[in-house]
């Protein structure tokens, strides 16, 4: 009497043997794709999109209008708020600032205005690598691009990056092109009260605009002004 082979093993086998090269592409073509853009500027990001086909099916022209600086050639002022508004120990934490996120948490929680912890780094990475929206798959895809960012650019590259690519109004992407249209001038020679405007409006820039400022974004602007005092020099 012959025995049936046994082929459950071999089967078992056989899918993990599937999910480790699916993991281990999935970690080599990501870990590439952040490498190379420690080198190359992002030319365009999923949000973009996505804002283009939205105002196309509002019946509007497609409109990205976009222009790269380096950090070294964007104001100190603009890097000094944009720490001072959106991210104060952006030089200091690791990608994340447990701090800020447990008193977002206690807040929204409590019943306030709803807001969130995250760190320039953190989005950096999402606007860089991921889809807009919110879903627990996406934070954990968050945190990954976060920690690789952290790792294989430093400081000075995610700073760059966040503010050549983030969205500062309708169609309008990046701090340099923010500042020729709000103010008529290169972000290069944004003043401090420009630069803190620009930052103050960045929670919702198709909503708010630097152009015309309401009492609340004045306000917030006199927050990041004095958050910016106390920040002094910037080693950045």
Known sequence: MTRRKKTKPKRKNSYLRTISRVFLWFFAVTILWVLAYRFIDPPVSWLMVQRGYERE????????????LSLDEL??????AAIAGEDANFLSHNGFDFKAIETAYAKNQAGK?????STISQQTAKNVFLWPGRSYI???????F??????????????????????????????????????GKSAERLTRGQAALLIAVLPNPRRWSPAKPTRYIYFKQGLILRNMRRIGDLAI
């Open 57 to 68: 099916a509002e019946g509007k022209k497609w409109k990205m209008e976009k222009n790269w």
């Open 75 to 80: 104001s100190s002022n603009l890097k000094k």
């Open 113 to 117: 205005k709803m807001r969130g912890g």
């Open 138 to 144: 996406r934070k954990g895809f968050e945190a990954y």
């Open 146 to 183: 976060t920690i690789l960012i952290e790792l294989l650019w430093g400081k000075e590259r995610i700073l760059e990056v966040y503010l050549n690519v983030i969205e500062t109004g309708d169609g309008i992407y990046g701090a340099d092109a923010a500042a020729r249209a709000y103010y």
